[in-house]
């Protein structure tokens, strides 16, 4: 089974500060990558996903992140976050073809200071 | 579109009441999700169905879990009798048959059991 690792899980940084939180998966075939933000008191929202293609991903509000499958990562970054990045984000892998089972890693809590 | 639609939003019921979580998945979405956030445990997959079969009912806590998906349009997660450990929020989530284009999760209904 495939699994999920966030090493941060809780993050602060102060406004114009550039973003990198680490995701690491385990699972030997191909995957399909998410990550999903949730700010305070909401629902997860999709971020960004990669299925194949430019390892490069870009999503909204100026997120991206990039899949170097020799790491088993998915690093999601930001050069200039804002206070309204605040909130909890999750990476979820899940295995391409077939299988619709999505693991999500813990997540982390970014806190951006003003 | 309404998105995936979950009631109610807040739940508070006395320990050993019976608690009916509703969820209303996008239109032509043929897998639903059901997932409990807490602290302790983040985000846990409990069960899911395809074309309103169950097909990964593992993530059920104990027998006084149940789900259902009466149609392609509906989906109830109850819990009965019910306990203050199952105070968490409920998450619903739905997507097309290829998971690649990722969840759209509910606004989730907020459990509180005294």
């Known amino acids: 089974a495939q699994s999920v690792s966030q090493h941060n899980h809780h993050v602060i940084l102060s406004e114009a500060a550039s973003l990198e939180l680490g995701c690491n998966y385990s699972?030997?075939?191909?995957?399909?990558l998410f990550w999903y933000v949730q700010y305070p008191g909401q629902h997860l929202q999709l971020l960004l996903k990669y299925f194949s293609g430019d390892p490069l991903v870009k999503g909204i509000k100026g997120f991206e992140a990039e899949f170097i499958k020799s790491k088993f990562s998915f690093n999601l970054r930001k050069p200039s976050v804002q206070w309204s990045d605040t909130a909890e984000y999750f990476c979820?892998?899940?295995?391409?073809?077939?299988?619709?089972?999505?693991?999500f890693g813990t997540g982390t809590k970014l806190q951006v200071i003003p | 579109d309404a998105g995936v639609i979950q009631s109610p939003r807040h739940e508070v019921t006395e320990m050993g009441q019976e608690v009916t979580l509703r969820c209303k998945p996008i239109?032509?979405?043929?897998?639903l999700f059901w997932y409990r956030q807490t602290m302790m445990r983040g985000l846990e997959l409990l069960i899911y169905f395809n074309n309103n079969v169950p097909i990964d009912d593992s993530g059920m806590p104990e027998d006084r879990f149940s789900a259902k998906m009466p149609n392609a349009s509906f989906s109830t997660l109850k819990i009965q009798p019910s306990e203050p450990r199952d105070s968490a929020v409920y998450f619903c989530a739905s997507t097309l048959n290829r998971v690649r284009y990722g969840y759209t999760f509910g606004s989730g209904t907020r459990l509180t059991v005294v």
């Open positions: 239109s032509g979405h043929d897998y």
């Open positions: 979820a892998v899940n295995p391409s073809g077939g299988y619709q089972k999505v693991t």
């Open positions: 699972y030997g075939g191909t995957v399909n």
